[in-house]
């Protein structure tokens, strides 16, 4: 079982920074894939960054691709999103997601079995 708590989020201007963090509970955080998904109003939660368990390897979308910067701190339990060059359509609830070992279907909602509660990211224009 994981708990998953996200935090930094906030209203920011356009062209500017956040880091995101995600602090989870249980002993076998290290053994998980990790990644962030955002919703915006009125359309569906979408991918925006996944992690491998090892820390090696990172995936992005498209769209933050260059911007974002997506880490974890397996000591800590912590997973982190780093965000720069924001601009006004990143704006969303953020969320904190967990799942199995394995990176199959990485951006698939379904796949992942833990969920944060979200947090809220306005970037204004």
């Known amino acids: 079982q994981v708990q998953l708590v996200e935090s930094g989020g906030g209203l920011v201007q356009a062209g500017g920074s956040l880091r995101l963090s995600c602090a989870a509970s249980?002993?076998?955080?290290?053994?998980?894939?990790m990644a962030w998904f955002r919703q915006s109003p009125g359309k569906e939660r979408e991918f925006v960054a996944a992690?491998?368990?090892?820390?090696?390897?990172?995936y992005y979308a498209d769209s933050v691709k260059g911007r974002f910067t997506i880490s974890r701190d397996n000591a800590r339990n912590t997973v982190y999103l780093q965000m720069n060059s924001l601009k006004a359509e990143d704006t969303a609830v953020y969320y904190c997601?967990?799942?199995?070992?394995?990176?199959?279907?990485?951006?698939?909602?379904?796949?992942?079995?833990?969920w944060g509660q979200g947090t809220q990211v306005t970037v204004s224009s």
């Open positions: 992690i491998r368990w090892t820390g090696r390897n990172t």
């Open positions: 997601a967990a799942k199995g070992r394995d990176m199959i279907d990485y951006r698939v909602l379904s796949e992942y079995n833990y």
């Open positions: 249980g002993r076998t955080f290290g053994s998980y894939v």
